[in-house]
Every structure is written in structure tokens, then in C-alpha cells.
């Protein structure tokens, strides 16, 4: 059954995320002339970091690509190259190098032989026309795309007033109630989805 990881058990691996993520940023602008910026993103940023039982826990990052050259903007296999061979040279033991998974590069930590922690690191345009698009590995078609991101502002909104009328614990239970039927059910809903359906059922709660 999932339950949430407390914040004292986060905090560590966050210092460990930003320790090896900021560099990343000073080495693309220096070496490349991009312009980019680190966000937590997810569970990590809402405070709502569920593990199953005793298993590994997860946090997620998007790096923000503010201004980077034409080049790299068309030459999209490059730019995912580029991004975790960097980040490569700044992991720390215990971590595998840079997995690219289909949406992220994904960064395992290994404790006593065992996975205890990974964090996934997306890869986003932010686009002049206001719009962001997430590069992905379309694995079948043997090709890196930008896709464009979901517009979530109804949902920002709506967390918003949650908030504003403190509600933010009814929001905690029913992401926490709604992760576990999910895994009753064997659904592997994304993590966001399972969020964003706790957002709606908490606003329209009476």
C-alpha cells in the first residue's frame, strides 16, 4: 500500500537533486549557450511523495530550456545527448548513470544494493508561442519529438482555492485513498492523472 514519505526523509535527497542539477545549468550556458532553468515538478513540489511499502520513492524535475540555439532545436537526439552526458559528469556514488526513459532521463540511487531513491529529469521547451512542449523518445518509431505539455492552469486554479479555504489535508487523503484503488486495481495511472483527479474531487467536495 502506498503512504506518504515524510518530509525529513525527502529533504536529504532534494539537497542531492540540487547539488547535481545546478551545475548542470552552469555547464549548458557555459558550453552551449543555453539558457535553462531547474523545477521540481509533481508530488516532490505539492508535498505528496507516496513510496509502496517499503520500496523506492521518486522525485521530478523538468529542465526548463528558456533559449538555446536553432541547432539543438531541431537536432532534438543531440539535445537529450547532450543534456545527460552532462548531467553524467556530475552524479555522485551510488547513482547509475542517465537512463533515457521515453519522457525524462532517469537517475537510480542504490543503497546497500537495493533502489531506494531515482529521480526523473524532463526535458522542456518553453516556446515563443507560450506554449511548452516535452521532448520524448518515440521509442517505436526509433525518433526524438516535442510534445505538446497539457495546459494545467485549471488545475493550478483549482489548487489555488483548496488552498485558500485550507483544504489541502482532504486533498492529501483522497491522492493518497485514490494511488491505493488504483493498486488494487493493477492501474498504472500516471502519478499526474491520479493527481489531477484528487484536485477536482477536493474542489467540488460539499
Not at 164 to 190: I, M
Request: glycine share 6%.
Amino acid at each position: 500500500m502506498y503512504q506518504y514519505v515524510t518530509k525529513s526523509k525527502i529533504k536529504p535527497y532534494k539537497n542531492i537533486c540540487r547539488n547535481m542539477l545546478q551545475p548542470l545549468v552552469s555547464e549548458l550556458r557555459k558550453k552551449y549557450g543555453m539558457i535553462t532553468q531547474i523545477q521540481l515538478i509533481g508530488s516532490g513540489a505539492n508535498n505528496l511523495v507516496t513510496r509502496n511499502g517499503n520500496g523506492s520513492f521518486d522525485l521530478d524535475y523538468n529542465l526548463l530550456l528558456q533559449k538555446i540555439p536553432e541547432e539543438f532545436v531541431k537536432n532534438t537526439g543531440r539535445l537529450k545527448d547532450v543534456v545527460r552526458s552532462e548531467l553524467d559528469r556530475h552524479i555522485i556514488s551510488g547513482f547509475s548513470y542517465g537512463q533515457d526513459s521515453t519522457a525524462s532521463v532517469t537517475y537510480i540511487y542504490h543503497k546497500d544494493g537495493k533502489e531506494c531513491f531515482h529521480f526523473d529529469l524532463g526535458v522542456i521547451l518553453c516556446g515563443a508561442d507560450g506554449r511548452s512542449y516535452r521532448l520524448i523518445n518515440d521509442k517505436t518509431n526509433n525518433a526524438y519529438i516535442w510534445n505538446e505539455i497539457m495546459d494545467t492552469r485549471n488545475i493550478r486554479r483549482m489548487v489555488q482555492a483548496i488552498h485558500k479555504r485550507k483544504d489541502w489535508n482532504h486533498l492529501r487523503v483522497n491522492y493518497l485513498d485514490l494511488k491505493n484503488d488504483y493498486l488494487k486495481q493493477q492501474d498504472d495511472l500516471p502519478s499526474y492523472d491520479i493527481y489531477a483527479e484528487a484536485v477536482n474531487l477536493t474542489y467540488n467536495r460539499r
